[in-house]
């Protein structure tokens, strides 16, 4: 019944046996520790462990029991590595029992990153539910699409009805919002039965400020010397942090093996300290690696040690946001200019050096404190930068949350969708952005007291200090983030699909998704078979196929400033007669002996 634990190795929370229910806490700041079972059982913990851990064996547990601990004179707490709670942050937690799902896709082998297409989606926004089991009846629209990977923001428990997912508290419980931790592994079956990859956002540096049992059991999760601005950072390289560190790896663990998740974008690495020997995200990207799985990184930094292997002391992530395409492409397309964009001029000659290279910051000073960001990236492999034109965080962190194509014109739209989809580097995209949909994404939260009230006051002093200001006649389209308006309004509109301009715009991104995979051959373009370049306001990027060239032509500005290769017409970004003072990309197919321009 009981195993022999190292402290490395010993799982927390409620492990289901034929013959009972083990709990099992780290609560070294505790001397009596007791479980309450469906209000009738109570069983005393015994410490198993000098780290302080403590244990107790219940041979009348089953799956569905709810309980609680009670820490010396604390009383009705959950578990902190919950794996479900049924009632929100503040009720029971429940015995989950992994091995009562019955899987129906047997067959399934996570695939490679490489050729990877991404789809970024928020759970509660996604359908009209807003549900792991809503999610599902939209699968087939993106096997249509062409992508390949399902990105899905964080779903772990948090406080409130609605949020995006970042403030989190319990590390291991799917949100009772969305559904059971059953309705999630059916979801995610589901996306493996049509062919689609699951990609699990986990957010490791901070914990949400709401709803956060962590330091009842111990305030040795947390270090004494660094915080996010967000949260306290976990402690991972303390007297304490071999326990921390060790639930870290179970949790991602956990995923893999019980949900069946394929890999993990981790949230803001750069505000993730660890002063080891070993960073723990080297080790989970090693744990992950193991499983066949694979990772990617939100990191600010342009840092390239996070994607590079061990052989050259990088973290061996398989990728990293590379955010400086976005906002060069935003600069060059939309006049209004703020902090956040400062250190951007979208120039072709500026696109085409980012796409050269993987990202644009490679050790330069940046402003507005001129300090120095990033490392040089051309020697990584492309499909290990993720390249987008909208994700949650550009899009949700604006006054209006206003997507890009509500800011240009469908002209510009589509000739920005069509070179960004043909890119040697590894495309994400949001939710919504394959028909242009109406609706914005805002930033929502549902928070109780006093941080519920100051939400809306924090939202404009961050607008404040990045510079994005709001035309005085559309100040009243901002919208409290507390409110269900902004959770509401947030939500796609599916039936726009079957309306125009939106589904010719589907019908767009299908065809340029459709190219990519026919031009990257095998999903791994690397890098000597294409380059590119920049002549005045154009961007010209080239692949070198057996036997022929194509070109991307992408002309930032205006139609007019193209000058068309000879050879035939694969794809031009106006189906109609072309608006020559609009932006463009077009597609040209030449023998290989042919030259880039007429004469």
């Excluded at 949900?259 to 803001?268: H, K, T, V």
């Excluded at 949700?396 to 070179?419: C, K, Q």
């Excluded at 019908?507 to 190219?515: G, H, W």
């Excluded at 690397?526 to 032509?553: E, F, K, M």
Aim: glycine share 8%.
């Amino acid at each position: 019944m009981h195993q022999a634990h190292t402290v490395d190795s010993l799982p927390q929370g409620a492990v289901v046996f034929s013959t009972g229910v083990r709990y099992t806490i780290w609560a070294p700041d505790h001397r009596q520790i007791w479980v309450t079972i469906n209000e009738t059982r109570r069983h005393q913990l015994d410490p198993i462990s000098p780290a302080g851990y403590f244990e107790v064996f219940d041979p009348e547990g089953r799956p569905g029991d709810l309980y609680t601990f009670e820490l010396d004179e604390k009383v009705g707490i959950p578990d902190f590595a919950s794996r479900f709670q049924p009632r929100g942050v503040s009720g029971p937690s429940m015995v989950i029992d992994p091995k009562a799902f019955t899987w129906r896709c047997q067959n399934w082998e996570t695939p490679s990153w490489k050729g990877q297409i991404v789809y970024e989606l928020h759970l509660g926004t996604f359908s009209r539910t807003g549900t792991f089991q809503g999610a599902i009846e939209h699968l087939e629209h993106l096997r249509e699409l062409g992508v390949t990977c399902v990105e899905i923001m964080p779903v772990t428990e948090r406080a409130g009805r609605w949020n995006w997912g970042y403030d989190g508290t319990f590390l291991f419980a799917p949100t009772h919002t969305y559904g059971t931790p059953g309705d999630f592994r059916t979801l995610i079956d589901a996306c493996h039965e049509h062919g689609l990859s699951v990609m699990l956002d986990v957010v490791f540096n901070h914990l949400g400020p709401q709803g956060n049992v962590s330091s009842t059991f111990t305030a040795k999760y947390f270090h004494s010397e660094s915080d996010t601005p967000w949260g306290r950072n976990f402690d991972l390289d303390g007297s304490s942090s071999v326990p921390v560190r060790a639930l870290l790896k179970q949790n991602i663990t956990y995923w893999l093996e019980e949900f069946r998740i394929d890999g993990f974008r981790f949230d803001a690495t750069h505000a993730i300290p660890d002063r080891s020997e070993v960073h723990l995200l080297a080790e989970l990207s090693a744990l992950v690696h193991e499983h066949g799985g694979f990772l990617v990184a939100e990191d600010e930094r342009n840092a390239v040690t996070v994607i590079e292997d061990e052989s050259k002391k990088g973290w061996n992530f398989d990728a990293a946001w590379a955010d400086d395409f976005h906002h060069d492409i935003r600069v060059s397309q939309d006049p209004s200019r703020d902090r956040y964009f400062e250190a951007f001029t979208g120039s072709a000659s500026e696109i085409a050096e980012t796409v050269e290279h993987g990202w644009l910051h490679r050790g330069r000073p940046i402003p507005p404190a001129g300090i120095a960001r990033g490392t040089e990236c051309r020697h990584v492999a492309p499909e290990k930068f993720v390249y987008c034109i909208s994700n949650h965080d550009q899009i949700g962190n604006r006054p209006l949350a206003d997507r890009f194509h509500h800011a240009i014109s469908p002209t510009a739209y589509r000739a920005v969708s069509l070179f960004f989809c043909l890119l040697p580097y590894t495309p994400l995209l949001f939710m919504g952005q394959e028909w242009a949909a109406s609706s914005p994404f805002h930033f929502f939260t549902d928070f109780e007291g006093e941080l519920g009230i100051k939400m809306a006051e924090y939202r404009r002093k961050e607008f404040a200090r990045l510079g994005l200001e709001v035309p005085k006649d559309r100040k009243n389209e901002v919208i409290d983030p507390q409110t269900e308006e902004a959770f509401a309004k947030s939500k796609l509109d599916w039936e726009e699909l079957g309306r125009e301009p939106y589904r010719s715009t589907f019908t767009f991104y299908k065809r340029a998704l459709a190219l990519r995979k026919e031009l990257h051959l095998e999903g791994n373009p690397g890098r000597t078979r294409w380059r590119v370049q920049s002549a005045g306001d154009v961007v010209l990027l080239s692949y070198t196929l057996p036997g022929r060239v194509v070109d991307v032509i992408f002309a930032v500005k205006r139609a007019r400033d193209l000058q068309m290769p000879a050879g035939k017409t694969l794809f031009c970004s106006s189906d109609a007669e072309m608006n020559l003072d609009e932006p463009a990309t077009v597609v040209i197919e030449r023998p290989a002996s042919f030259s880039t321009t007429e004469e």
